[in-house]
């Protein structure tokens, strides 16, 4: 093993570079790398995209992780191909997204045929004495990072320009130092992926426990030695032969919202006007926690207790349904359910409409909704009212303690993922001492 240790350290003047070893020398990255992105495609329409052609057309949705998924790629002719050489792809090109969302990242490697760049990305191809890989990790880095967040321009939509791109000045170490900076890099950040891999697995297990434990407790019940008896419902299967079988139509009543140039929400009011946003805030009782707009009129509000859930658009897939802990009004893109409190438990509904899956319940073969068809005729098996009660609580406990540690595992996850930022902005300044394997 040798080692590459750091010098003295030194002010570097660069706002985002800060100090920097003493004998690393600052380059403008134009001074480092030949950079170019695409200037107009001379009338190309999305027709001419095709499955199979000469070229793949690179766009930033083609980026996992750090290399290019060719097989998501959009093809193109020849010709289109030829329009311009100055962004025809060669393995080992670093691509940077310059739109939207702005410094995504991927290398170019196991090219098999000819590949060129569609709009919003930056070709980077690194001079001699300059490493591909080093300079990887430093588009990866904070101090790129905070560059982007000085110079990107935009209100909504962020945009880097070439010729603010060409100016990120940064410090570079010998050749042999970065290589052994990128390998170090390579090699430390891929075992905390894969310890972040894990903690993300295991969120996802979790989950999937907790859908299991709900959808089971809302179709079976607690008790395991429960008479069973066919439901009549394919999907449902045997329910609990005391349980009663109906639908929606019998306890639970279909409520419009308001919208809101009917209803001028404010910032105070007397009843909480809730949006589709404001499932985003339900508590541990699924219950609506916040709002930031309220109304006065009572005449257009729902009870509390009344069940809301997304009846339209993308929402509908977020599988989100929550309560009304206090009287309130509703926007029209939600759908409210005023029940019958003696046969059923507004806790209860939530969460077997959600166990069912609200996108399920939709139509979904243009604009995704849900109507008053697809609400009342669903059928149900209801426990006394008692039992659900019952049913509630002993969820509520399981509930919890999978979310404690389903909230460990993505506390860990924030902490490696600033353990791997961290890691990689002190170890391409040069704040850290670097080992690297001799060759």
């Not at 992926?193 to 434990?213: G, N, S, T």
């Not at 109304?295 to 859930?309: H, K, M, N, R």
């Not at 389903?406 to 080992?435: F, P, Y």
Request: aromatic share 10%; net charge neutral; proline share 5%.
């Amino acid at each position: 093993m040798t080692t590459i240790t750091s010098p003295a350290l030194k002010e570097s003047g660069i706002p985002w570079l800060g100090q920097i070893p003493d004998d690393w020398s600052v380059q403008a990255i134009k001074h480092a790398s030949y950079i170019k992105a695409r200037v107009g495609w001379k009338g190309l329409t999305s027709d001419e995209f095709e499955i199979t052609a000469h070229a793949y057309l690179v766009t930033g949705t083609d980026f996992r992780r750090r290399f290019i998924n060719w097989s998501t790629c959009y093809q193109v002719s020849e010709e289109r191909y030829l329009d311009d050489p100055f962004i025809q792809l060669r393995n080992g090109d670093l691509l940077v997204t310059k739109d939207g969302t702005i410094g995504k990242l991927s290398m170019v490697s196991n090219l098999d045929k000819p590949a060129c760049l569609n709009s919003g990305i930056f070709l980077v191809r690194p001079f001699k004495n300059y490493s591909t890989r080093f300079l990887y990790w430093v588009l990866r880095s904070r101090v790129f990072e905070d560059f982007i967040d000085l110079t990107s321009t935009g209100s909504t939509i962020l945009h880097l320009y070439q010729n603010v791109f060409e100016q990120f000045r940064f410090a570079f170490p010998t050749p042999e130092t970065q290589d052994g900076i990128a390998s170090y890099l390579d090699r430390e950040t891929a075992q905390i992926d894969d310890l972040i891999a894990k903690q993300e697995r295991l969120v996802e297990l979790l989950a999937e426990k907790r859908q299991a434990i709900i959808t089971h407790a809302v179709t079976k019940g607690l008790d395991p030695t429960a008479p069973l008896g066919p439901s009549g419902v394919p999907w449902l299967g045997e329910v609990p032969r005391h349980w009663t079988m109906t639908k929606f139509r019998y306890f639970a009543r279909i409520l419009g919202g308001t919208a809101p140039e009917q209803c001028s929400p404010q910032v105070s009011g007397a009843y909480p006007y809730i949006k589709v946003s404001s499932l985003n805030t339900l508590d541990g009782n699924q219950e609506v926690s916040s709002t930031d707009e309220y109304i006065d009129s009572e005449g257009i509000t729902c009870p509390a207790g009344t069940v809301l859930f997304p009846k339209r658009g993308a929402a509908i897939f977020t599988n989100k349904v929550g309560v009304v802990r206090t009287r309130s009004a509703f926007d029209t893109n939600l759908m409210g359910l005023e029940l019958d409190h003696v046969k059923a438990h507004g806790l209860f509904i939530v969460h077997w409409l959600r166990s069912r899956t609200l996108n399920e319940l939709a139509d979904t073969s243009t604009l995704p909704q849900i109507n008053n068809k697809h609400i009342y005729p669903l059928e149900i098996a209801l426990p006394p009212l008692c039992e659900q009660k019952k049913i509630l609580e002993v969820l509520g406990l399981r509930l919890r303690a999978i979310d404690v540690l389903a909230r460990k595992c993505e506390v860990a996850v924030s902490l490696l993922q600033e353990r791997r930022s961290a890691l990689i902005s002190a170890a391409v300044t040069g704040k850290i001492d670097i080992r690297k394997e001799a060759s």
